[in-house]
T-cell receptor, first 112, second 118 residues
Framework: QKEVEQNSGPLSVPEGAIASLNCTYS??????FFWYRQYSGKSPELIMS????GDKEDGRFTAQLNKASQYVSLLIRDSQPSDSATYLC????????????FGAGTRLAVHP | GAVVSQHPSWVICKSGTSVKIECRSL??????MFWYRQFPKQSLMLMAT?????????EQGVEKDKFLINHASLTLSTLTVTSAHPEDSSFYIC??????????????FGSGTQLSVL
């Protein structure tokens, strides 16, 4: 069973802090990973994609991938109340780009 | 990024009726589209892969006769929930990739359809 696991949270951080979201996956063949943000009642929005070990930065977001340990994380710097949402980690089935498996999502709450 | 349009945004129907949901790729052609379902406070579950010009591929446990998928053109896929019942009430989301674009590995989502069956 190929799985993507996330802590459901909620993760509560104060405004301006760094929020750290973690995800583990079971399929060692997975080559690409995606972080989506989903506001309540809305569809997911792609935030980051990462394919290589190490860090990838985009504005306040940094994705980290460690294939040996099979985990991928998302750091949000200078967290804002508008970042409050559910963050979904996703990886393709069988290492390909075709179908994506989603984790259950981590709910982030940024409080003023 | 690529734009995927989904319609309607929400629908309320009586038990036993059928509901059609449309998914369009607006600025690209999609030979494959994906239909997901999401229950409250749960993650997205892939229901089926819609293939242009051929039969859809359904995930285990999804009834193909209940969830009819048609992908008649490179920009349109439809999901019809037949004889809907209250347990079918859910958030249905379609998605697609622009496989000719620079973001060809990224999955873009439609805005979703909230179905409520009375």
């Amino acid at each position: 069973q190929k799985e993507v696991e996330q802590n459901s949270g909620p993760l509560s951080v104060p405004e301006g802090a760094i929020a750290s979201l973690n995800c583990t996956y079971s399929d060692r063949g997975s080559q690409s990973f995606f972080w989506y943000r989903q506001y309540s009642g809305k569809s997911p929005e792609l935030i980051m994609s990462i394919y290589s070990n190490g860090d990838k930065e985009d504005g306040r977001f940094t994705a980290q991938l460690n294939k040996a340990s099979q985990y991928v994380s998302l750091l949000i710097r200078d967290s804002q109340p508008s970042d409050s949402a559910t963050y979904l980690c996703a990886a393709p089935f069988s290492g390909g780009y075709n179908k994506l498996i989603f984790g259950a999502g981590t709910r982030l709450a940024v409080h003023p | 990024g690529a734009v995927v349009s989904q319609h309607p945004s929400w629908v309320i129907c009586k038990s036993g009726t059928s509901v059609k949901i449309e998914c369009r790729s607006l600025d690209f052609q999609a030979t494959t589209m994906f239909w997901y379902r999401q229950f409250p406070k749960q993650s997205l579950m892939l229901m089926a892969t819609s293939n242009e010009g051929s039969k859809a591929t359904y995930e285990q446990g999804v009834e193909k006769d209940k969830f009819l998928i048609n992908h008649a053109s490179l920009t349109l896929s439809t999901l019809t929930v037949t004889s809907a019942h209250p347990e079918d009430s859910s958030f249905y989301i379609c998605s697609a990739r622009d496989q000719t674009g620079v973001d060809n590995e990224k999955l873009f989502f439609g805005s979703g359809t909230q179905l409520s069956v009375l």
